[in-house]
């Protein structure tokens, strides 16, 4: 099933967290660009923050790409942009605003193209626009 996945998904299984969807096996990943930033920059954090050792760091990093490689992932363009600077049903974040806006764009072209997330509040703005929500 071809899956929208946010950053918080793609960390909990690159960090083996508990609660990280089972079924990430036999998804066909898309995402924005935006996740690539979003997951190396919590990896960052958390080295320079002395909780990730070198080794540690370089390992999630790698594993972070290495799983990317197998994601569509789409430019964030201006017509996203502005979509994601419009209302939504619900609060969201920035980042979260621009990957629902990369989900609704994407809709269009994908029959049946559900979200996944570990994030409440963009599952609740998902579900309100209709999309089938996994991971919550």
């Given at each position: 099933?071809t ?9 909990a ?24 930033v ?16 070198d080794?540690a ?7 972070i ?72």
């Amino acid at each position: 099933m071809t899956t929208y996945v946010d950053a918080s998904v793609l960390l909990a299984v690159v960090l083996g967290e508990p609660g990280a969807m089972a079924d990430w096996p036999s998804l066909t990943p898309i995402s924005s660009e935006l996740i690539r930033v979003e997951c190396l920059r919590v990896i960052d954090r958390a080295h320079i923050s002395q909780r990730l050792s070198d080794e540690a760091s370089a390992r999630y990093r790698g594993d972070i790409l290495e799983a990317l490689s197998s994601f569509r992932l789409v430019s964030v363009s201006s017509a996203i942009l502005q979509r994601a600077a419009d209302p939504f049903p619900t609060a969201l974040g920035s980042l979260d605003a621009i990957h629902l806006a990369t989900a609704l764009e994407l809709r269009d072209d994908i029959t049946g193209l559900a979200l996944a997330t570990h994030d409440r509040e963009l599952a609740i703005a998902a579900g309100a626009v209709g999309f089938v929500v996994t991971g919550v």
